[in-house]
């Protein structure tokens, strides 16, 4: 026996032990991500007409476009901008 093998073994304990008080990411994620195409959904069958359903299509088209361009940030700010507009016009 190696002097690492006892700590491999106590290493090996410890994530095992991690792992069943937290639960894997992953399964939350795919949660997570359900929720949010339930989110979208109800958001693109708000819209009655073709126009605004059309608008929806061309808004995630950009968003997606950006994002393939790692431009991520740039998304976040229109929505972040948008979010204090609207935070504004509540409040102001």
């Known amino acids: 026996m190696t002097a690492s093998?006892?700590?491999d073994s106590l290493k090996e304990m410890?994530?095992?032990a991690?792992?069943?008080i937290y639960p894997s990411s992953d399964?939350?994620?795919e949660e997570i991500k359900d929720e949010v195409w339930t989110d979208?959904?109800?958001i693109y069958y708000k819209y009655e007409d073709e126009a605004q359903k059309r608008a929806f299509r061309e808004v995630?088209?950009?968003i997606a476009e950006k994002m393939r361009e790692d431009k991520w940030e740039t998304?976040?700010?229109k929505i972040y901008?948008?979010?204090q507009k609207e935070k504004n016009n509540t409040f102001g």
């Open 14 to 16: 410890i994530r095992e």
């Open 18 to 20: 991690i792992e069943k």
């Open 27 to 29: 399964v939350a994620l």
């Open 5 to 7: 093998e006892p700590l």
């Open 81 to 83: 901008r948008e979010e």
């Open 40 to 42: 979208l959904s109800r």
């Open 75 to 77: 998304v976040y700010k």
């Open 60 to 62: 995630m088209r950009e």
